[in-house]
């Protein structure tokens, strides 16, 4: 038994005894007609043993797609506020502090207010300032860090109750 004739019977042709007998009997003759007969012959039993084998189409069915149990991503952060304006401020007038007051509480940003202008020149509204900030501590939730006391600047930094601050030092 050849190597051919194996692997034929292992892939499920068979070949018949005549084409084993021509085969060895012009093995060692090669013409050109032999080889396209032998090229011609495996097509034929090819798609004669791909109608005997085939099969009925399945129909495709995707699928389900799983339904996640949480609406965003375990590993990806994102902000609920794309990006915050970190306002610095030097108020001058109570427009300045209501200004401030807009900012912190309905825009949801961030404020640095050096308060050394308005503790110098008017107390009262320097009072009235730092009135505003305890009130929003009180009812909305902000938080205010000082950050720098000197005879030249005030610093206080104001954030809404989103952004998370905290005190390191």
């Known amino acids: 038994m050849s190597f051919t004739s194996a692997?034929?019977?292992?892939?499920?042709?068979?070949?018949?005894?005549?084409e084993s007998k021509n085969r060895?009997?012009?093995?060692?003759s090669?013409?050109?007609?032999?080889?396209?007969d032998a090229l011609k012959r495996?097509?034929?039993?090819?798609s004669s043993n791909n109608q005997q084998q085939s099969r009925p189409q399945q129909q495709?069915?995707?699928?389900?797609?799983?339904?996640?149990?949480?609406?965003?991503?375990d590993?990806?952060?994102?902000?609920?506020?794309?990006?915050?304006?970190?306002?610095?401020?030097?108020p001058k007038t109570i427009d300045d502090v209501n200004y401030i007051v807009d900012q912190v509480i309905e825009e949801n940003n961030p404020v640095i207010i050096d308060l050394s202008f308005l503790e110098k020149e008017s107390?009262?509204?320097?009072?009235?300032?730092?009135?505003?900030?305890?009130?929003?501590?009180?009812?909305?939730?902000a938080q205010a860090l000082l950050l720098s006391r000197s005879s030249e600047k005030n610093l206080i930094i104001v954030v809404p109750k989103r952004v998370a601050i905290s005190n390191k030092g």
């Open 7 to 18: 692997l034929k019977r292992s892939l499920g042709f068979e070949e018949t005894e005549e």
């Open 24 to 28: 060895k009997n012009n093995e060692n």
């Open 30 to 36: 090669f013409s050109i007609g032999s080889i396209i």
């Open 42 to 46: 495996p097509t034929e039993n090819n």
């Open 60 to 73: 495709y069915t995707p699928r389900p797609t799983p339904s996640s149990t949480h609406a965003y991503y």
């Open 75 to 90: 590993d990806v952060i994102s902000p609920e506020q794309s990006f915050y304006e970190i306002v610095l401020i030097r």
């Open 123 to 141: 107390p009262a509204n320097f009072k009235l300032t730092g009135d505003k900030i305890k009130q929003m501590r009180a009812h909305y939730g």
